[in-house]
């Protein structure tokens, strides 16, 4: 069992950054996927970005080049840089986590709001 606690979600102005941090609790925190997920208002959740084991990332089109995804084992945390953030990256952010050698996102995060508006 994994227990996942975001943070650092708040307001900020179009082309501004913010760090979004997620706390996991459990074992086997290196041997897991991580992901961010986020969900907007009326849509449905979509994937955001991902890092696997052995620390190879993977970003959806919309965010790349401007979201980074990074974790550190030993404190078992995972965070999501996010530079030249957009109006349309208003969402509710989420932290996930597979089961060990496993690929999907099974334990999810309570989710931080994150809101871009001028």
């Known amino acids: 069992q994994v227990h996942l606690a975001e943070s650092g979600g708040g307001l900020v102005q179009p082309g501004g950054s913010l760090r979004l941090s997620c706390a996991a609790s459990?074992?086997?925190?290196?041997?897991?996927?991580m992901y961010w997920y986020r969900q907007a208002p009326g849509k449905q959740r979509e994937w955001v970005a991902r890092?696997?084991?052995?620390?190879?990332?993977d970003y959806a089109d919309s965010v790349k080049g401007r979201f980074t995804i990074s974790r550190d084992i030993p404190s078992n945390m995972v965070y999501l840089q996010m530079n030249s953030l957009k109006p349309e990256d208003t969402a509710v952010y989420y932290c996930?986590?597979?089961?060990?050698?496993?690929?999907?996102?099974?334990?999810w995060g309570q989710g931080t709001q994150v809101t871009v508006s001028s």
């Open positions: 996930a986590a597979t089961r060990p050698y496993s690929a999907n996102a099974e334990f």
């Open positions: 459990g074992s086997g925190f290196s041997i897991r996927i």
């Open positions: 890092i696997n084991a052995g620390g190879g990332t």
